[in-house]
């Protein structure tokens, strides 16, 4: 199977959500080779732990979305040589001039089929577009069967669970309805982009990842958006 997995740049950070912890890294990095043993493995990660665009005070919002871009530069390609300090061949690509490797569709579609993880970093090089929807076209262009969203929870709930204890989780929903109840598990143009063109969406605990054959195998344990 050839999958995308979505990485909020907050999870690299550790506990505190801010940097780069080493730890963390180390973490994801073991998660992710395990993965691509078995799968054709794509990810496109936040920024969030270095600059969110769009919360960001004091700055033009074109400009700090351009930096939120460059932050997941620097979040791709230190994931990138955390998986190859393990002997796993990973590649970062960026949408935006940088030191990484720039983003090519057909080149990306190479190493996925050689067994490289590829790492996309830029977000969509345009301001004003979530990494979200990043993750979303990047999965298109690269015709992976599945997007994987790795979040604080275990899928979709009806509601904050966090703060509502009684919060339904759905095992499955069509993307119309998550759209129409503003479930607000990705952003309105990744899921319309998603739903479009018929590319199913997993969202699943962070925590799950090691066991994510499991978790797809398993509604109980994640949310599919159809």
Do not use: W
Not at 165 to 172: E, N, T, V, W
Not at 180 to 187: E, I, K, T
């Amino acid at each position: 199977m050839r999958l995308l997995l979505k990485l909020s740049g907050e999870v690299l950070g550790g506990r505190a959500g801010l940097g780069l912890d080493p730890e963390a890294l180390s973490h994801f990095a073991d998660t992710i080779a395990a993965l691509a043993q078995k799968h054709e493995v794509a990810i496109v990660t936040g920024g969030g732990n270095i600059m969110r665009g769009k919360t960001a005070s004091g700055l033009d919002r074109a400009k700090a979305d351009q930096i939120g871009m460059m932050a997941t530069v620097v979040n791709c390609m230190t994931l990138a040589e955390y998986l190859v300090a393990r002997k796993c061949n990973a590649t970062a690509m960026s949408s935006v001039a940088s030191l990484a490797r720039p983003y090519d569709i057909t080149a990306a579609r190479q190493l996925l089929a050689n067994r490289h993880v590829v790492l996309v970093a830029g977000g969509t090089s345009n301001p004003y577009f979530t990494t979200d929807s990043a993750a979303a076209l990047r999965a298109l262009e690269l015709r992976c069967d599945l997007l994987v969203k790795a979040t604080k929870v275990d899928g979709i709930y009806d509601a904050d669970p966090a703060k509502h204890p009684d919060a339904k989780r759905f095992d499955r929903i069509r993307y119309d309805d998550a759209i129409a109840r503003n479930l607000g598990v990705m952003d309105l143009t990744a899921m319309v982009l998603c739903r479009d063109n018929k590319l199913s969406l997993r969202v699943c605990s962070v925590a799950d990842l090691p066991q994510l054959d499991a978790v797809i195998e398993d509604d109980s344990r994640s949310t599919l958006v159809y």
